[in-house]
């Protein structure tokens, strides 16, 4: 906001050029709730510095304004017959230490979503925007022309509410050689968070699932052919739960509930395995008498290697927690260094999960306000998947939560 050239109320491309060192790093967006930097927020999201792609690439959009789950797994749609803005009553869903009550809440009855695209290219280029419903039919198609380091906003998806609640969009450029970056962005009341369009993986996916709130599976078929899909949900300590297969019609999508299988408001994880290109990522709601209170959203990836670096933040009284998931078939033995001395230990089990507060006894973090960096070392390259939540409460409940890969 403070660099020279930049105005009120804009949008661009950012570029960091470090030659020949090895850099990682993100963009965090606040928007405050209120006139005072500390307030509450509306949202909070991070998204990640990236390098280009080429070729087609995929991102879901999704409309829907996910509603509380009831105890026995019912779920309360929140906007689903409703017109923007109209007063509606909800259940509290019950916890181990409340009752049910109501509360009366403004809800909206869609989520916006918007496909940002930025032309890396040193010419003009043309790009395909193609938009399926749930199913992989096409619903229309749109070309943009975005000059040389541009970037283009533009509608993704709610705007096609009589065609269903979600669907795919796919961006083709006039040519596989033309670089690249696009994002799916979902604006709901109270949250906001934007997932980098793919090409989809053949790869084996692990993602955490479970825990407090609503946490919800999407998958998306990324290739023209039906997709078998496997996916084996365990606990937390790495017992295989149920087995399952999802058959995709070409581009289309579809939801599981984590909550269907584990039991209720634990954690564990699911393995997915695909036939061809798929597309996988968690989206987390948490709740407070007045609706959604945050949400996040991580995308399933293939394991960047056994050494992985991230970063943490206490600033804002933030909590930061991470999230390991262990795909291999033996216990992993996870070391994490903060440096100055300051390491921690962390055994996973087989398929198993963990998640972890950092430390708030080392050194490093024991400030209120810090940030800085960490490195995480496993056995075995690939064995683990590891996020960072970070997490802010107030007297309210929770206020927001962001989530970041660490890669």
């Given at each position: 906001n403070d660099l020279p050239g930049f105005s009120t109320n804009s949008y661009g491309l950012l570029t960091v050029d470090a030659g020949n060192?090895?850099?990682?790093?993100?963009?965090?967006?606040?928007?405050?709730?209120?006139?005072?930097?500390?307030?509450?927020?509306?949202?909070?999201?991070?998204?990640?510095?990236?390098?280009?792609?080429?070729?087609?690439?995929?991102?879901?959009?999704?409309?829907?304004?996910?509603?509380?789950?009831?105890?026995?797994?019912?779920e309360l749609q929140l906007g689903a017959e409703l017109e923007l803005g109209t007063p509606v009553t909800m259940i509290s869903a019950p916890t181990s230490n409340s009752k049910v009550g109501t509360a009366t809440a403004m809800i909206p009855t869609i989520t916006?979503?918007?496909?940002?695209?930025?032309?890396?290219?040193?010419?003009?280029?043309?790009?395909?925007?193609?938009?399926?419903?749930?199913?992989?039919?096409?619903?229309?198609?749109?070309?943009?022309?975005?000059?040389?380091?541009?970037?283009?906003?533009?509608?993704?998806?709610?705007?096609?509410?009589?065609?269903?609640?979600?669907?795919?969009?796919?961006?083709?450029?006039?040519?596989?050689?033309?670089?690249?970056?696009?994002?799916?962005?979902?604006?709901?009341?109270?949250?906001?968070?934007?997932?980098?369009?793919?090409?989809?993986?053949?790869?084996?996916?692990?993602?955490?699932?479970?825990?407090e709130g609503l946490n919800v599976l999407e998958l998306s078929n990324a290739s023209n052919v039906t997709n078998h899909v496997e996916l084996n949900w365990y606990d937390m300590n790495g017992a295989l739960l149920k087995t399952e297969i999802a058959h995709l019609p070409p581009y289309s999508q579809q939801h599981f509930i984590p909550a269907d299988v584990l039991p209720e408001g634990s954690y564990g994880s699911v393995v997915i395995t695909a036939g061809n290109k798929i597309i996988a990522g968690a989206a987390s709601y948490l709740y407070n008498n007045s609706g959604i209170a945050t949400a996040h959203y991580l995308d399933g990836r293939e394991n960047f290697g056994r050494v992985l670096s991230g970063t943490y933040n206490t600033y804002l009284e933030m909590d930061n927690w991470l999230r390991l998931t262990n795909r291999s078939l033996l216990m992993e033995n996870v070391q994490l260094d903060f440096g100055g001395g300051v390491t921690d230990f962390i055994q996973v089990p087989a398929h198993g999960r963990r998640d972890i507060l950092v430390p708030s006894g080392a050194s490093v973090l024991s400030a209120e306000a810090a940030y800085g960096g960490f490195t995480l070392e496993a056995s075995v390259s690939g064995a683990i998947s590891v996020s960072l939540v970070r997490n802010r409460l107030t007297v309210n409940g929770p206020d927001f939560q962001t989530v970041l890969p660490l890669r």
């Open positions: 060192a090895e850099v990682d790093g993100r963009m965090t967006y606040y928007r405050l709730d209120g006139d005072t930097w500390g307030d509450e927020f509306d949202f909070v999201y991070s998204l990640e510095l990236m390098p280009g792609v080429v070729g087609e690439t995929n991102g879901a959009w999704n409309m829907y304004v996910p509603g509380k789950r009831l105890s026995g797994g019912a916006p979503n918007w496909l940002s695209i930025a032309n890396l290219d040193s010419s003009t280029r043309n790009f395909t925007i193609t938009y399926r419903d749930q199913t992989g039919d096409i619903i229309t198609t749109a070309t943009l022309v975005i000059p040389s380091l541009g970037k283009r906003d533009i509608q993704a998806g709610h705007e096609f509410s009589t065609s269903g609640a979600v669907g795919l969009i796919s961006i083709t450029p006039e040519s596989n050689s033309v670089p690249y970056i696009a994002t799916v962005s979902r604006y709901g009341d109270n949250f906001a968070f934007a997932v980098p369009t793919r090409s989809g993986t053949e790869a084996q996916v692990m993602l955490p699932a479970g825990g």
